[in-house]
């Protein structure tokens, strides 16, 4: 049994979410769920997906909870690895509740600099991505942050630079996802809601985002179901760019992670 995430062996197929309190919202789009650890910040479940052993576990914040869990979910046998988590925007055309495909994260954490220098890229695996956009047309695609503080005495000016290098947006976790799954062969994706507007105060959005009284509450259920969106529910920004209405979509059982997961190979 691993020390911390406390599982001998998870499926190949893994969902990685912050909170604890995340896992349990997939139960009702898996079978023979049933709970498979709790230990601190790691809180897991497994079940299927149409005949696909999943498994759905939370990480914390940062990147050394993050980092402890790639490490020990490579020792149980994890493949294929979705994270599904929350940002802060840094371009005005990424509204509360839209959802990030992560291309690739600015490695601005310490942790994954304590397995390799920093010129070694964090990115997600291609096919992962791939499957994702045709999934999510409408869906923002490109490259975060992750970084390991909220409120540096720099932030703005932090912000203001990363904007004007075309960032998307920043997260903690990211970076430490994929810098340690591509050394550990994992294939990796991170799929993000923004919880934050560029230049919005960051702890009045955040405490909206906890207690679900914005926008950002149905664009978290949205980032988790990922559903199949139609182009009846796309409609075009300020800026001329499609993106999602913001609407919450009627639910279907047909998340687009799982189905992501469910099309990689068996593995043996």
């Known amino acids: 049994m691993q020390p911390h995430i406390h599982c ?3 499926n190949a197929n893994v969902v990685l979410v912050g909170d604890p309190a995340r896992v349990n919202k ?29 498994t759905i576990m ?19 046998g994890a493949k294929n690895i979705i994270r599904v988590g929350s940002m802060g925007a840094y371009q005005e055309r990424i509204k509360l509740g839209d959802t990030v495909i992560v291309e690739g ?16 890229p964090a990115i997600s695996d291609f096919s992962l991505v791939q499957k994702a956009v045709n999934l999510s047309p409408s869906s ?3 490259i975060i942050r992750s970084h390991d503080s909220f409120y540096t005495d720099k932030e703005d000016e932090i912000c203001e630079f990363w904007h004007k290098k075309g960032i998307l947006g920043a997260d903690m976790e990211t970076s430490a996802l994929l810098t340690l799954s591509r050394l550990k062969q994992i294939k990796a994706l991170s799929i993000l809601n923004n919880v934050v507007e560029y230049k919005s105060d960051l702890q009045d959005s955040i405490l909206d985002f906890s207690q679900a009284e914005s926008l950002t509450a149905s664009g978290e259920s949205k980032c988790i179901q990922l559903m199949n969106w139609t182009p009846a529910r796309i409609k075009a920004g300020s800026d001329g760019a499609p993106r999602d209405s913001g609407v919450f979509p009627v639910l279907s059982p047909c998340p687009s992670f799982f189905l992501i997961l469910c099309s990689q190979k068996k593995v043996h």
Do not use: W
Request: aromatic share 10%; with cysteine; proline share 6%.
């Open 8 to 10: 001998s062996t998870v």
């Open 140 to 142: 923002h695609l490109g």
């Open 58 to 76: 939370s990480t914390g914040m940062g990147a050394p909870s993050m980092l402890i869990c790639i490490e020990e979910l490579a020792q149980c």
């Open 26 to 54: 997939f139960r009702p789009f898996m079978q023979d769920v049933a709970e498979l650890a709790n230990n601190r910040e790691y809180y897991s479940i497994q079940g299927s997906y149409k005949n696909t052993p999943i």
């Open 105 to 120: 994260a600015v490695r601005d954490d310490g942790g994954s600099k304590a397995y390799i220098e920093p010129s070694y």
